[in-house]
């Protein structure tokens, strides 16, 4: 069973920035997609950004602009590259494959953005 480790979060200023990681136990080569997903305090986990296998990236509407997933599967790595930091932003981020699998959820990357 492969596991996802996030890594990167922390407390920064809006407008600020952070990159968070997302480090598999084995090769993510193939899923087809993976994504990001954010569940803000009292809120529904939804997917911000997704890239599939060959490159191809989805945003949703709230990052676009601002966010760059990016991959790299020599290193069975995904990256969230988070510029341009909103306080609504505020959230745990997760990695996952798209559609998510239940038993692939991690502990998540807690993002603290002060206005």
């Known amino acids: 069973q492969v596991q996802l480790v996030e890594s990167g979060g922390g407390l920064v200023q809006a407008g600020g920035s952070l990159r968070l990681s997302c480090a598999a136990s084995e090769s993510i080569f193939s899923f087809n997609a993976m994504g990001w997903y954010r569940q803000a305090p009292g809120k529904q986990r939804v997917l911000v950004a997704r890239?599939?296998?060959?490159?191809?990236?989805n945003y949703a509407d709230s990052v676009k602009g601002r966010f760059t997933i990016s991959r790299d599967n020599a290193k069975n790595t995904v990256y969230l590259q988070m510029n341009s930091l909103k306080p609504e932003d505020t959230a745990v981020y997760y990695c996952?494959?798209?559609?998510?699998?239940?038993?692939?959820w991690g502990q998540g990357a807690q993002v603290t953005v002060s206005s």
């Open positions: 890239i599939n296998r060959g490159g191809f990236r």
């Open positions: 996952n494959t798209d559609p998510s699998s239940t038993g692939l």
